[in-house]
C-alpha cells in the first residue's frame, strides 16, 4: 500500500496550484478540485492508518486503485496531466 501511495504522489499533481482553477464555462470534465481533494483525503487517511499499523484488505486496496485511475483519467481529460 505504501508503494501505491508513494507512485500516486509521484503521479498526480495533487499540490500544484493550476490544479486548483476552475475551468472557463464549464469546461472541465469532472471537477479537478474535489477529485485531488478526495484522494488526498484517503492518502491521509491511509498514510495514519498504516503508521498505526492498520493493514488494509485486498478490496480496500483494489477500491483506493480504481478512484485513483479514474481521477487521472479525468485529470487526462481535462488536460491537467
Given at each position: 500500500?505504501?508503494?501505491?501511495?508513494?507512485?500516486?504522489?509521484a503521479?498526480?499533481?495533487?499540490?500544484?496550484?493550476?490544479?486548483?482553477?476552475?475551468g472557463?464555462k464549464?469546461?472541465?470534465?469532472?471537477?479537478?478540485k474535489?477529485?485531488l481533494?478526495?484522494?488526498?483525503?484517503?492518502?491521509c487517511?491511509?498514510e495514519?492508518?498504516?503508521?498505526?499499523?492498520?493493514?488494509?484488505?485486498?478490496d480496500?486496496?483494489?477500491?483506493f486503485?480504481?478512484?485513483c485511475?479514474?481521477?487521472?483519467?479525468?485529470?487526462?481529460?481535462?488536460?491537467?496531466?
Open positions: 500500500m505504501r508503494d501505491i501511495i508513494e507512485q500516486v504522489k503521479t498526480l499533481p495533487l499540490y500544484e496550484p493550476e490544479t486548483f482553477v476552475c472557463s464549464g469546461s472541465c470534465i469532472g471537477c479537478p474535489k477529485l481533494e478526495m484522494v488526498d483525503s484517503d492518502l487517511y491511509w495514519s492508518a498504516l503508521d498505526r499499523g492498520i493493514e488494509p484488505q485486498f480496500e486496496i483494489r477500491r486503485g480504481k478512484m485511475t479514474s481521477v487521472k483519467r479525468a485529470l487526462t481529460r481535462n488536460g491537467l496531466i
